[in-house]
């Protein structure tokens, strides 16, 4: 049974913006704040890379790249800093680096989709902090991402819940459509996201500058965008 809807599904990261925004916002939290802890984590996990101990570990356990190591890591970073000076970095942070590198033709498809009377949202493994920002100016229904947790004022460093990454995205989108939509398409730049550009009617790559040639294998459609 379906429902009568009609679901538009957006990545984020290199679909609606021109650029991976996770570790670009610790980065910018960085840049701010110039945290002697957020400098000393990020030397301890470059110490740890450099001694190669993940691909030491991986022949013990093929986890560490589904648990997304390093981004869980640079979360860390994070420990400790203030609710409200992490949003008030976030809103500097949409206005500074997002927003002028949004990608124009998604940008456009996403509000014709809202124009034609579709449901929109964004299902994104980026953090919530600055994709709810995006969010509420660009009228997106709903959004399922990677939630930051506090406690006391303070983040924890971790996410609440499981990174919105890869199959979690799908296992995310149905537990808010138990009941698949009668239509429904998802744009996303990267060849990790085949789960939900396959359980979507309708699957849309977002290439940019060429074509992509895995997408033919699966028949998706794509939309080709040009750097100015």
């Not at 976030?90 to 002028?100: D, I, T, V």
């Not at 991402?145 to 149905?174: H, N, W, Y």
Request: charged share 30%.
């Amino acid at each position: 049974m379906e429902t009568g809807e009609k679901l538009a599904i957006f990545d984020f990261c290199e679909t609606l913006i021109q650029f991976q925004t996770a570790d670009a916002f610790i980065n910018y939290v960085y840049e701010q704040t110039h945290s002697g802890r957020m400098r000393c984590i990020e030397k301890a996990k470059n110490l740890f890379y450099t001694l190669r101990l993940p691909r030491l570990l991986n022949r013990f356990s093929g986890l560490w790249e589904k648990k997304s190591l390093n981004k869980k890591w640079r979360l860390y970073e994070l420990r400790g800093l203030g609710e409200q000076e992490l949003d008030n970095l976030a809103r500097r942070f949409y206005r500074e680096r997002l927003l002028p590198n949004i990608i124009g033709p998604v940008v456009e498809e996403l509000q014709e989709k809202k124009r034609d009377g579709w449901k929109v949202g964004i299902v994104s493994g980026g953090f919530d902090l600055y994709i709810r920002l995006f969010a509420e100016e660009y009228g997106v229904d709903f959004i399922l991402a990677s939630t930051i947790g506090f406690k006391q004022g303070k983040c924890t460093g971790r996410l609440v819940g499981p990174d919105c990454m890869r199959e979690q995205k799908v296992v995310e989108i149905q537990r808010l459509y138990p009941v698949p939509p009668a239509e429904s398409v998802s744009y996303s730049d990267s060849r990790s996201d085949l789960p939900i550009l396959s359980w979507a009617s309708r699957g849309v790559v977002v290439s940019r500058g060429r074509h992509q040639e895995w997408v033919d294998d699966y028949q998706f459609h794509e939309i080709i965008w040009q750097q100015g």
